[in-house]
T-cell receptor, first 116, second 111 residues
Framework: EAGVTQFPSHSVIEKGQTVTLRCDPISGHDNLYWYRRVMGKEIKFLLH????????ESGMPNNRFLAERTGGTYSTLKVQPAELEDSGVYFC??????????????FGAGSRLTVL | AQSVSQHNHHVILSEAASLELGCNYS??????LFWYVQYPGQHLQLLLK??????LVKGIKGFEAEFIKSKFSFNLRKPSVQWSDTAEYFC?????????FGAGTTVTVRA
């Protein structure tokens, strides 16, 4: 089966510009997550969708970040306007709830964002 | 909030050496534990997981990890590493649906 696909793999923008990252989860996975890793630090949770609904967006840094998942399929994460501290790798992951009730996340390759 | 601590930032070792990466977490409730690996240029992959049962779990590529509840630890081990094990390793703890990661340990295996 196809994995989690993220686009673009790398984006370089200037401070103040807008960037939109896209994630295509594994087909049939209702759960979709965004995580971010700032250089050298831990991977941090940003938000969680169940289908098209935001289940938890407690990790979103501020209102410059907007995530959507229209139709419950792919998701976008928009940063507007981008700041220097937004640089990092943005990971998307998806999962379905298996019989044990425990989700095993499958991650995408990540989108590296560099803000100059 | 729960936290995950990985003891080493960077480990360098020779092929055939044994590897042990430490991981401790702070959460006291029921947790699921994971080790993920990211090889150079590739995506995060699940190495192994612990949900319940035997605290010694075996994963892919000869890795294993031991859950010690009393120590809040989930250390990763491999008896004999290969050059291809060069990668970054992440310990993660899941409570409910959210994963919390450690900062990662970069492992460099010299041929």
């Amino acid at each position: 089966e196809a994995g989690v696909t993220q686009f673009p793999s790398h984006s370089v923008i200037e401070k103040g510009q807008t960037v939109t990252l896209r994630c295509d989860p594994i087909s049939g996975h209702d759960n979709l997550y965004w995580y971010r890793r700032v250089m050298g630090k831990e991977i941090k949770f940003l938000l969680h969708f169940v289908k098209e609904s935001k289940q938890d967006e407690s990790g979103m840094p501020n209102n410059r970040f907007l995530a959507e998942r229209t139709g419950g399929t792919y998701s976008t994460l928009k940063v507007q306007p981008a700041e220097l501290e937004d640089s990092g790798v943005y990971f998307c992951a998806s999962s379905f709830r298996d019989g044990s009730g425990a989700n095993v996340l499958t991650f995408g390759a990540g989108s590296r964002l560099t803000v100059l | 909030a729960q936290s995950v601590s990985q003891h080493n930032h960077h480990v360098i070792l020779s092929e055939a050496a044994s590897l042990e990466l430490g991981c401790n977490y702070s959460y006291g409730g029921t947790v699921n534990l994971f080790w993920y690996v990211q090889y150079p240029g590739q995506h995060l992959q699940l190495l192994l997981k612990y949900f319940s049962g035997d605290p010694l779990v075996k994963g892919i590529k000869g890795f294993e990890a031991e859950f010690i509840k009393s120590k809040f630890s989930f250390n990763l081990r491999k008896p004999s590493v290969q050059w291809s094990d060069t990668a970054e390793y992440f310990c993660a703890v899941r409570n409910d649906y959210k994963l919390s990661f450690g900062a990662g340990t970069t492992v460099t295996v010299r041929a």
